[in-house]
């Protein structure tokens, strides 16, 4: 029964505990559940040594938080950090599976699964320990992400969002011409037309990449993918239930719009589609940003995406920094959460990975990102965010994945239908599969209340 | 008196000796107890703790008790249309890997091994060759094999049939079509464990005692005839050894779907197996109930296949 997978997901103090030792626990952490999210969470003298958790990411951002953590010793000579770098893998599993004792006091945590967190109580909400200032610099997208409840449970330096890239060289050749704002952007319809124009002229039929490399059934499906129901003018929970949201015609509709450019769609193998210029057109984050630049240079512009009848929509979220759910060190760990959040360190950080700072004053002195600068579309549309699902309209853009404890299946059941879509399945029948699975799951939990 | 008799008399003697041992001194608990112990912290009480998970709706971590929901689990399995008909469709994807994959593979590593106990020079070189996909972690394995399946004309694969066709052979979608991907799928897995199997044979093979193809070839044996009677034969036992280990791992497969699933729209629905929906139901959707009976119920068929395979073919010699 154990695989491989299932292996290297847990602590290594779990591969010698049994099976019905780990049934025992969660016995036993069910006695500790507790109505009130901070009742495990003491203010402590915010001195001594607090323990971090940060993912094992990029060696560019495992640096740079490093460099981070390093200065915040040499500023707050009371306070030292024991830092774990953990990897991506293992992290959700680690930080589920921890005991109150091994939780860290601060840990960084990925933006969908901070409602789930929190419902868990991994992570405490934060509004007692960051200064007012800290949390009013949040821009609202990533407020949205990380509010849970009405309760802010994580802070962020940075946030991410999608973006239509085009290669002018090819759009010019084909007539085409890159939509700059979410107000202009193209219609579905539209965009098939422009497909279809930029088809004719390309090699192989197949101008537009959507970096299908990358799966859809992972979360990059639900991350990339969720806006065409949001854009069409649905989200994909609604009042708690999928039943009606995500299987609604408007939802299928989109799907299919969606799935009907498949033909056009470069698989990208190699994740250089665009790079090499093999396609016109790429929807993708803004991460890639570095590496479109530098092999497209003055060629490189960007754009909202498709707009399916609501407006474009972009996802948006990252990794952010949450408070774990029995600090014993609270005051210690809210002055990290703020040191992390200065303009210094966030300019520092998005300097490293390229990334649209998420506080006002650091986004405001972005070299990238802003009025005039070179992504000013990407900050553009992070600015006016919805920001979460159940407030969508047809004039905000940036839109946080569904926030709600029951994510894990949410982001599951979606990449799982999206993927069989676009291989061919039916839509109505696969997205009513993945309501009925979502439903059936919150159902089972009491709707996680 | 010979040297044998003595030595049959001694170990009459000590047999006599082993018998006056009063029953019940302990030896033979004590002798047992490291395996006896083994087995039941890593084989009996995780399936206990499966078989009582099953019984209850578990979340990893979740601060709330687990609830007691009974047979709830087992009946949405065999009844509730989505999970028992994604469970059905796994549970038919694995019986169908596993009757191509277990006869085939098989064949091929025995063919394999013949091909390689030749003695010319240069063979370590190509035993090496022939063993090298099984060193390589299977991550990297599903990149490459990405690269060859891709669905378009870049895909090596379609590039390959383009080009020996004239492009007569328009490209395939190879994992993403609901007829090709399992073969896909089985093509992959064949490839990277062949070499195992052929390992195993290879050395039953070298056990074979040359008199015997001598003998054979004075009888007037052709190439075929000594394959059927002298060496098949000799690599019986081993042959039956490794129909067995086949099928055990055509059951577990879970790493190449997973793999290709996380990496590349493959067509899930043609390719899922039980393994995978235990681990995804647990770990990824945090239904650690479910997935436990899943696995209880995918662990009796297995076991029923053992038995029934156990009693068709019964090995000659060792411990009956």
Same mark, same amino acid.
């Given at each position: 029964m154990p695989s491989q997978h299932a292996i290297a997901g847990v602590p290594s103090r779990w591969l010698s505990a049994s099976a019905l030792g780990l049934a025992t626990t969660l016995l036993l952490a069910g006695c500790a559940g507790a109505a009130d999210p901070s009742a495990r969470v003491e203010e402590g003298s915010g001195t001594g040594t607090i323990t971090v958790w940060a993912l094992d990411g990029q060696s560019a951002e495992n640096e740079a938080i490093q460099k981070i953590i390093d200065g915040f010793e040499k500023s707050n000579g009371d306070i030292e950090v024991d830092m774990q770098f953990i990897p991506a893998d293992q992290f959700t599993t680690a930080l589920q599976t921890a005991t109150d004792e091994e939780l860290p006091d601060v840990v960084e945590v990925d933006g969908p699964l901070i409602a789930n967190f929190a419902y868990l109580g991994r992570i405490a909400p934060l509004d007692d320990w960051v200064s007012k200032e800290t949390v009013a610099n949040q821009t609202e997208a990533i407020k949205g992400q990380n509010t849970v409840d009405g309760d802010l449970y994580a802070v962020g330096m940075m946030n991410s969002g999608l973006a239509m890239w085009g290669n002018k060289k090819l759009l010019d050749a084909a007539g085409v011409e890159m939509p700059s704002s979410a107000a202009e952007a193209w219609t579905a319809d539209e965009f098939s037309e422009v497909l279809d124009k930029l088809a004719v002229l390309d090699p192989d039929g197949k101008p537009f990449g959507l970096a299908e490399n990358n799966g859809f059934s992972t979360e990059y499906g639900i991350y990339a993918f969720a806006p065409v129901l949001w854009s069409a003018g649905t989200p994909l929970i609604k009042d708690g239930r999928a039943a009606g949201a995500l299987d609604s015609e408007t939802a299928i509709e989109a799907v299919e719009t969606?799935?009907? +450019? @498949?033909?056009? *769609?470069?698989?990208? *193998?190699? $994740?250089?589609?665009?790079?090499? $210029? @093999?396609? &016109?057109? /790429? +929807?993708?984050? /803004? +991460?890639?940003?570095p590496a479109y630049k530098e092999a497209l240079g003055d060629d490189l512009v960007v754009g909202p995406l498709p707009d399916f009848g609501e407006g474009a929509k972009t996802g948006s979220g990252t990794i952010a920094w949450g408070m774990g759910g029995a600090t014993k060190n609270a005051a210690a760990a809210g002055a990290l959460l703020d040191y992390l959040m200065s303009d210094e360190v966030v300019q520092e950080y998005t300097a490293a990975n390229g990334a649209p700072p998420a506080t006002h004053s650091a986004l405001s002195g972005s070299e990238l990102y802003g009025e005039g600068k070179p992504l000013a579309y990407l900050s553009e549309q992070l600015e006016s965010a919805c920001p979460t699902e159940?407030?969508?309209?047809?004039?905000?853009? &940036?839109?946080? @994945?569904?926030? *709600? &404890? $029951?994510?894990?299946?949410? *982001? &599951?059941?979606?990449?799982?239908?999206?993927a069989a879509v676009w291989g061919g399945a039916d839509a109505s029948e696969a997205l009513a599969a993945a309501a009925r699975a979502i439903d059936r799951d919150f159902e089972d939990n009491d709707d996680y209340k | 008196m010979t040297l044998s008799s003595i030595r049959t008399g001694s170990s009459r003697q000590s047999r006599a000796k082993r018998r006056n041992r009063p029953p019940g001194s302990g030896a033979g608990p004590l002798m047992a107890a490291p395996g006896l112990i083994l087995l039941t912290a890593f084989l009996a009480i995780p399936f206990i703790g499966a078989v009582v998970m099953s019984f209850f709706r578990i979340q990893l971590g979740n601060p709330r008790p687990p609830r007691f929901v009974g047979l709830e689990q087992y009946a949405r399995l065999l009844f509730d249309p989505d999970i028992s008909s994604t469970f059905l469709r796994s549970l038919a994807n694995n019986f169908a890997f596993a009757i191509v994959v277990v006869p085939l593979q098989t064949a091929l590593a025995l063919g394999l091994a013949i091909l390689i106990n030749r003695k010319l020079r240069g063979m370590t070189v190509f035993r090496t060759l022939f063993f090298m996909p099984l060193v390589f972690p299977l991550a990297l394995v599903a990149v490459i094999w990405?690269?060859?399946?891709a669905r378009d004309e870049n895909g090596l694969l379609n590039g390959f049939l383009d080009a020996i066709s004239g492009g007569a052979i328009g490209p395939h979608d190879w994992l993403g079509d609901p007829a090709t991907a399992l073969g896909a799928i089985i093509?992959?897995? %064949?490839?990277?464990?062949?070499?195992?199997?052929?390992?195993?044979?290879l050395g039953a093979l070298q056990s074979v005692?040359? =008199?015997?193809? =001598?003998?054979?070839?004075?009888? #007037?044996?052709? #190439?075929?005839?000594?394959? %059927?009677?002298?060496?098949?034969?000799?690599? #019986?036992?081993?042959?039956i050894f490794v129909t067995l280990l086949t099928t055990i791992f055509a059951f577990r497969l879970f790493d190449q779907v997973y793999l290709l699933d996380k990496s590349a729209s493959i067509n899930i629905e043609a390719t899922q197996t039980v393994m995978f929906q235990v681990i995804t139901t647990g770990y990824d959707q945090n239904n650690i109930g479910q997935g436990s009976a899943m696995a209880v119920v995918f662990l009796i068929i297995v076991a029923l296949i053992a038995l029934i395979q156990r009693r068709l073919i019964r090995q000659e010699g060792g411990v009956e």
């Open positions: 969606f799935t009907s +450019w @498949r033909d056009y *769609t470069d698989p990208d *193998t190699d $994740g250089a589609a665009f790079q090499s $210029g @093999r396609v &016109a057109l /790429n +929807w993708m984050g /803004n +991460w890639l940003y159940d407030v969508l309209a047809a004039d905000c853009v &940036a839109v946080s @994945r569904p926030i *709600t &404890a $029951g994510y894990p299946v949410v *982001t &599951a059941e979606f990449g799982k239908a999206l | 990405r690269l060859i399946f093509v992959m897995s %064949i490839w990277q464990s062949v070499s195992f199997q052929m390992i195993i044979l005692p040359p =008199e015997l193809y =001598e003998a054979a070839s004075i009888d #007037r044996a052709g #190439r075929w005839s000594q394959f %059927i009677h002298v060496t098949v034969p000799g690599v #019986r036992n081993t042959l």
